[in-house]
């Protein structure tokens, strides 16, 4: 019983805001941020990141600002619940939380010739004043020490692990959390621990975790075959009441517990558009129903909508049946709306052909594929930069030449290439793509790997630079002060 108490104190918060979520994280529409320079601050004469979004039904996804004018920026998308908007002012990492159909206004403006302040006129106000606090428990996050358990107990079944391992969360959250007042801010941050741990270490790398969990305590090696084989009983405590409160709907990493939930294979839970709504459902009440007694609740339609949204990104497109379906299972209809603008965006991204995108061009068996992309772009200075989705430090890059290429926009004899595989989330590919610019190949992992290994790259981000005679000039892993040093290769390329 004190497992389960430490486990459910990852939540807690929620409960006491549960009123006052309830009015507005259920809605959709479009969220709107405007970024104002004040007096008359131009935002040329500053760095300005691309900007990131999520929300319960998204993964973090580039957008962009459109520029008003010299000092104004202004970003809308379309979006479900309280969505995570960040980026990066002159190296300040400026976080917020949005909501649809709200107005939210950032002003900017000199203190002196090196220093700014920054304002926000919004619902989350709190959020966007702990934005260094944000950044600071992300890191925190990422390089919390693995706990040292003293008793080397060789695990009797997998509800052990699991108990152990929620423990273990729990104590983290404890840990970076216990500064923090209740409230919102500190039930918001607790979910961005949970979503971000409780997958990796349950079920999306169930025997890994467990395997990591040996060599932790030391144990002989041998007993890394023991992994205890999961049963029904494995998702009790893990799955709980709260996840029917609207406090789970806050972004940072739900999406992708949802989706890990859907594909770990000890549920079975079947794809939506081959059962439908109501079958897909029905699987739900058999392997939660203990949890939940009423069938309609907020955990079984965001597994349904994030079913159908993961679908869509993978490239699906709804049928005018399933969205009869969708529009009769649904009762928040500001849900089957962004399910709706989901499929929409696809279609009319399937209708437009970009010559500057290449999904798997290469035959699987081609691993010369930097010599082929070479190739195609003779006579000009090619910058390659190896990368993926889901490499933080590629993000980050990705703001630091964005000034470089401005530089370069107006040549044509220099062209900017992004070259990732199938380890990149599809969707997330697509998103990058339209944002970037340049030119931007998918290719198969061993083309990848093969071409890593081919110019020594133990790690991305990784760049190659080609001058017009397609003759390798430079080759660097993220080297300090990116957009200097790149500038440099490429006059340097110019100039052979």
């Given at each position: 019983m004190v497992?389960?108490?430490?486990?459910?104190?990852?939540?807690?918060?929620?409960?006491?805001?549960?009123?006052?979520?309830?009015?507005?994280?259920?809605?959709?529409g479009?969220?709107?941020l405007?970024?104002?320079?004040?007096?008359?601050?131009?935002?040329?004469?500053?760095?300005?990141?691309?900007?990131?979004?999520s929300?319960?039904?998204?993964?973090?996804?580039?957008?962009?600002?459109?520029k008003?004018?010299?000092?104004?920026?202004?970003?809308?998308?379309?979006?479900?619940?309280?969505?995570?908007?960040?980026?990066?002012?002159?190296?300040?990492?400026?976080?917020?939380m949005?909501?649809?159909?709200?107005?939210n206004?950032?002003?900017?403006s000199?203190?002196?010739?090196?220093?700014?302040?920054?304002?926000?006129?919004?619902?989350?106000?709190?959020?966007?004043?702990?934005?260094?606090?944000?950044?600071?428990?992300?890191?925190?996050?990422?390089?919390?020490?693995?706990?040292?358990?003293?008793?080397?107990?060789?695990?009797?079944?997998?509800?052990?692990?699991?108990?152990?391992?929620?423990e273990?969360?729990?104590?983290?959250t404890?840990?970076l959390t216990?500064?923090?007042?209740?409230?919102?801010?500190?039930?918001?941050?607790?979910?961005?621990?949970?979503?971000?741990?409780?997958?990796?270490?349950?079920?999306?790398?169930?025997?890994?975790?467990?395997?990591?969990?040996?060599?932790n305590?030391?144990?002989?090696?041998?007993?890394?075959?023991?992994?205890p084989e999961?049963?029904?009983?494995?998702y009790?405590?893990?799955i709980?009441?709260?996840?029917?409160?609207?406090?789970?709907?806050?972004?940072?990493?739900?999406?992708?517990?949802?989706?890990?939930?859907?594909?770990?294979?000890?549920?079975?839970?079947?794809?939506?558009?081959?059962v439908?709504?109501?079958g897909?459902?029905?699987r739900?009440?058999?392997?939660?129903?203990?949890t939940?007694?009423?069938e309609?609740?907020?955990?079984?339609?965001?597994?349904?909508?994030?079913?159908?949204?993961?679908?869509?990104?993978?490239?699906?497109?709804?049928?005018?049946?399933?969205?009869?379906?969708i529009?009769s299972?649904?009762?928040?209809?500001?849900l089957?709306?962004?399910?709706?603008?989901?499929n929409?965006?696809?279609?009319?991204s399937?209708?437009v052909?970009?010559?500057?995108?290449?999904?798997?061009?290469?035959?699987?068996?081609?691993?010369?594929?930097?010599?082929?992309?070479?190739?195609?772009y003779?006579?000009?200075?090619?910058?390659?930069d190896?990368?993926?989705?889901?490499?933080g430090?590629?993000i980050?890059?990705?703001?630091?030449?964005?000034?470089?290429?401005?530089?370069?926009?107006?040549r044509?004899?220099?062209?900017?290439?992004?070259?990732?595989?199938?380890?990149?989330?599809?969707?997330?590919?697509?998103?990058?793509?339209k944002?970037?610019?340049?030119?931007?190949?998918?290719?198969?992992?061993?083309?990848?790997?093969?071409?890593?290994?081919?110019f020594?790259?133990?790690?991305?981000?990784?760049?190659?630079?080609?001058?017009?005679?397609?003759?390798?000039?430079?080759?660097?892993?993220?080297?300090?002060?990116?957009a200097a040093?790149?500038?440099?290769?490429?006059?340097?390329?110019?100039?052979?």
């Amino acid at each position: 019983m004190v497992k389960i108490i430490a486990y459910l104190t990852l939540f807690y918060c929620s409960l006491q805001l549960n009123v006052y979520a309830q009015s507005h994280f259920l809605s959709s529409g479009y969220l709107s941020l405007t970024v104002k320079g004040k007096p008359s601050l131009l935002f040329d004469n500053m760095e300005v990141g691309m900007p990131m979004m999520s929300n319960s039904l998204l993964r973090d996804k580039p957008v962009a600002f459109t520029k008003l004018n010299d000092s104004t920026l202004y970003l809308s998308e379309y979006t479900y619940g309280p969505t995570s908007v960040y980026f990066r002012l002159n190296g300040r990492y400026i976080a917020t939380m949005l909501l649809p159909n709200e107005t939210n206004v950032i002003t900017v403006s000199m203190i002196d010739s090196a220093d700014y302040d920054v304002q926000f006129e919004g619902r989350y106000k709190e959020i966007f004043d702990n934005s260094a606090l944000q950044e600071e428990l992300i890191m925190n996050l990422f390089s919390y020490p693995t706990s040292k358990d003293g008793r080397k107990e060789v695990l009797k079944s997998a509800d052990d692990f699991k108990w152990k391992q929620l423990e273990s969360v729990a104590e983290m959250t404890y840990s970076l959390t216990q500064d923090i007042p209740d409230g919102l801010l500190k039930s918001y941050y607790t979910h961005m621990i949970n979503t971000f741990k409780v997958p990796s270490l349950l079920f999306k790398n169930y025997a890994s975790s467990v395997l990591a969990y040996y060599k932790n305590l030391n144990l002989d090696p041998q007993i890394a075959t023991a992994i205890p084989e999961r049963t029904s009983t494995y998702y009790d405590g893990i799955i709980t009441l709260n996840y029917a409160d609207t406090l789970t709907l806050l972004p940072s990493g739900y999406f992708d517990l949802l989706i890990a939930i859907q594909q770990d294979s000890l549920l079975q839970i079947p794809s939506i558009t081959s059962v439908g709504p109501a079958g897909f459902k029905t699987r739900l009440i058999d392997l939660f129903g203990k949890t939940f007694e009423q069938e309609d609740n907020l955990f079984y339609d965001m597994m349904m909508a994030s079913a159908y949204v993961q679908q869509i990104n993978e490239g699906y497109i709804l049928t005018p049946q399933e969205l009869y379906q969708i529009d009769s299972s649904f009762k928040n209809k500001e849900l089957r709306n962004y399910i709706y603008h989901q499929n929409e965006l696809k279609k009319c991204s399937n209708r437009v052909g970009d010559e500057q995108v290449f999904f798997l061009p290469f035959d699987k068996k081609n691993e010369t594929i930097v010599a082929s992309i070479v190739d195609k772009y003779k006579d000009k200075v090619i910058i390659i930069d190896f990368w993926a989705t889901w490499c933080g430090p590629c993000i980050q890059a990705f703001s630091e030449m964005d000034q470089v290429k401005k530089k370069y926009a107006a040549r044509e004899d220099v062209v900017f290439v992004y070259l990732t595989d199938e380890s990149s989330n599809r969707n997330g590919f697509q998103e990058y793509s339209k944002i970037l610019g340049g030119e931007h190949f998918y290719v198969y992992k061993n083309q990848f790997a093969t071409a890593l290994e081919q110019f020594g790259f133990e790690y991305i981000p990784s760049y190659l630079v080609f001058d017009k005679r397609g003759h390798l000039t430079q080759k660097s892993t993220y080297p300090n002060d990116l957009a200097a040093t790149a500038t440099m290769w490429i006059e340097r390329a110019l100039n052979k």
